[in-house]
């Protein structure tokens, strides 16, 4: 299986920072990289597909980058409906692994 | 409204068999795969299997791979994860998803989840 080593696990930033989170793979993943967002208690929801395509009706404060084995996940100004936690998934090659998570809270 | 909605929740004793289902609507079903995620208490997400409805081809992850199965009736749009035997380890929330379309695993549909509760 590919590994999916997020980081970090998890995340104390106050509202307006500049969130980064990176997900490194343990093979080339090319840009089969998803990102998602989980609220407690919620279904996980798809933020960014393809490593850096906005999926429609997420804001744009939200985005993605990388390709091959090392991708980053930024939010531009932290929000406080941004509190959840993140995770990648790859699919480019099965099974399709999620990363282990990062909880992002407010400081 | 495209949806899927999962069973309820389970209680389970170790040893049982439990199938748990997933019923899509306002989609034309053998058009997705429908992925299989796996969520234990305080944990990460888990990639578990999916199935094509079109044909009920399967994959599994060799983490769960002869231990669950999954399988589909498509005429009444409805996907299921089940186990024979189940095990105080698959306490956890099941999640079904649907991808954004062909070719990819980007899951823009989600069911609520169905809480499996495995104790004795």
């Known amino acids: 299986d590919i590994q999916m080593t997020q980081s970090p696990s998890s995340l104390s930033a106050s509202v307006g920072d500049r969130v980064t989170i990176t997900c490194q793979a343990s093979q080339d993943i090319n840009n089969y990289l998803n990102w998602y967002q989980q609220k407690p208690g919620k279904a996980p929801k798809l933020l960014i597909y393809d490593a850096s395509n906005l999926e429609t009706g997420v804001p744009s404060r939200f985005s993605g980058s990388g390709s091959g084995t090392d991708f980053t996940f930024t939010i531009s100004s932290l929000q406080p409906e941004d509190i959840a936690t993140y995770h990648c998934q790859q699919y480019d090659t099965l099974p399709h692994t999620f990363g282990q998570g990062t909880k992002l809270e407010i400081k | 409204e495209v949806q899927l909605m999962q069973s309820g929740s389970e209680v389970k004793k170790p040893g049982e068999s439990l199938r748990i289902s997933c019923k899509g609507s306002?989609?034309?079903?053998?058009?997705?795969?429908i992925t299989w995620v796996r969520q234990m208490p305080g944990k990460g997400l888990e990639w578990m299997g999916r199935i094509d409805p079109t044909d009920s081809e399967t994959n599994y992850s060799p983490s769960f791979q002869g231990h669950v199965t999954i399988s589909t009736d498509k005429s009444i749009t409805t996907a299921y994860l089940q186990w024979s035997s189940l095990r105080a380890s698959d306490t956890a929330m099941y999640y079904c998803?649907?991808?954004?379309?062909?070719?990819?695993?980007?899951?823009?549909?989600w069911g609520q989840g169905t809480m499996v509760s495995v104790s004795s």
């Open positions: 998803a649907r991808p954004v379309g062909p070719g990819t695993d980007a899951l823009d549909v």
């Open positions: 306002g989609f034309s079903f053998t058009n997705y795969w």
